[in-house]
């Protein structure tokens, strides 16, 4: 049983909160993670949408916990030292450490990000800045992942790095699940531009075909010039417009496609490593380990050893 804690900040934001307690707390997840939310002091903690909620535990959970998670809080004012001392107490004992939004700042303020690459919501990112300038911040992205720690830009970004936290203790086929649950992408990369229209169905309704066309053909040896193509437009507009609504390039996009398709195959399946990389357009079996590498530091077996959750020839 994996525990996730959540600290709460006094005048912490509600739906940053929200967030990991529907991905770690929510009743489908209790035989894989325990959720718990603390205070510096147990009780109630104002939000920074006037109403208040309550935090069972204090600071002492944070000893137990596997991954804590800091949501965003207003003001931006450092927290008490007792907590940053709490903080720093968790990174020295390898706990997993997150923050959603702003929540950044407390991180930062414990020192946990100095030296590290880092996010934060992009409105607030002269000032995160000035104040920790030992910090490699990049308010471009989505999220970071460093690891230990993680850091994410503001309320949706919080979805996607919860998702990716998932997603690397279970595996992307229960990912997926949860995804489904709330409704949500199934994975946007940490690398997407932050204000980017990166929906592609709700955004370009050509594009979005396209993509719907290109995962079905994925086992295909697939170009950007045949994207283009089955878009009907010129390969040069084709790629401009495609990175303008994702802030990836088609063949980046399909990588990750071809990818996330290998690793459902071999959680759910028994296909042998070389049909897996046939069937997502990967082609051979080192081809498939050299990128599987890449994206998680893994190998075919060692992911299958790890998250199979059932075999089927499909």
Do not use: K
């Amino acid at each position: 049983m994996h525990r996730v804690v959540a600290l709460a900040l006094p005048d912490v934001v509600a739906f940053d909160l929200s967030i990991p307690a529907q991905i770690f707390g929510h009743r489908d997840e209790r035989d894989r993670y325990s959720f718990a939310v603390c205070a510096q002091q147990p009780g109630p903690v104002a939000t920074s949408t006037g109403f208040a909620v309550h935090a069972d535990d204090g600071l002492e959970a944070l000893l137990s916990a596997d991954t804590i998670i800091v949501p965003g809080f207003l003001p931006l004012t450092d927290p008490p030292p007792v907590v940053l001392d709490a903080l720093t107490g968790a990174a020295d004992r390898g706990v997993r450490i997150a923050s959603v939004c702003v929540g950044a700042f407390a991180l930062a303020a414990a020192g946990l990000l100095d030296g590290r690459a880092a996010t934060t919501h992009w409105q607030h990112a002269d000032e995160f800045r000035s104040r920790f300038p030992h910090v490699r911040l990049n308010a471009d992205v989505l999220y970071v992942d460093e690891g230990q720690i993680l850091t994410s830009a503001g309320i949706t970004a919080g979805v996607d790095l919860c998702l990716h936290i998932y997603r690397a203790d279970q595996g992307t086929a229960a990912a997926a699940e949860v995804a489904r649950r709330m409704v949500v992408a199934i994975h946007r990369p940490g690398g997407q531009a932050q204000f980017s229209r990166r929906r592609l169905p709700d955004a370009d309704h050509d594009l979005a075909r396209v993509c719907d066309w290109a995962i079905s053909e994925m086992h295909q040896p697939l170009t950007v010039h045949h994207m283009a193509r089955a878009a009907g437009m010129a390969t040069r507009t084709f790629a401009r417009r495609f990175r303008a609504e994702t802030s990836m390039t088609p063949m980046r996009w399909l990588n990750t496609q071809r990818i996330q398709e290998a690793e459902r195959l071999l959680e759910a399946t028994d296909l042998t490593v070389d049909d897996v990389a046939r069937r997502c357009g990967l082609g051979t079996a080192v081809n498939l380990r050299t990128h599987l590498a890449r994206h998680s530091g893994s190998t075919p077996t060692a992911y299958r050893t790890a998250f199979r959750r059932g075999t089927s020839t499909l």
